[in-house]
């Protein structure tokens, strides 16, 4: 059996050759990784996980802020989920996400713990790779 190209309204309808596809590919695995990894800091700070609560409160951050910064990181997240089918709503989620991390990023700055200021910076990398993948696919 012979393999022939395709030409004219058959290629067209065969989609671009350009990558796109493995583009949205990258965008969803980026995407679902990031949310899983902001969930599981919200699920973290709900149940008051020692290894997260305890730098909290040595920032400085009161422990009634704690449920609301958990809803937000959690809300975060399913936005990113959501984003996938409702691309607006993705987009604000990891705009809003990075704004939270980087408002992380400023408090730990404050606090003059300098050797913190990556461990917000893992968690905005990977929104801010859902955000660039989802712009260029």
């Known amino acids: 059996m012979a393999v022939t190209a395709k030409t004219g ?56 802020w704690w449920p609301w910064l958990g809803t937000a990181k959690a809300a975060g997240a399913v936005g990113l989920l959501a984003g996938l089918l409702v691309p607006a709503i993705g987009v604000l989620a990891g705009i809003c996400l ?11 700055a404050r606090a003059r713990w300098y050797s913190h200021i990556p461990y917000p910076l893992m968690y905005m990398a990977p929104v801010a790779g859902a955000l660039v993948l989802g712009f260029a696919s």
């Open 9 to 64: 309204p058959e290629q067209a309808r065969a989609g671009p050759p350009d990558g796109s596809i493995l583009m949205s590919t990258a965008h969803v695995v980026v995407t679902v990784l990031a949310a899983a990894w902001v969930g599981f800091s919200a699920v973290s700070v709900f149940l008051r996980a020692k290894w997260v609560v305890q730098p909290l409160a040595d920032y400085g951050v009161p422990q009634s």
């Open 98 to 108: 990075v704004l939270y991390f980087t408002g992380a990023v400023i408090t730990v």
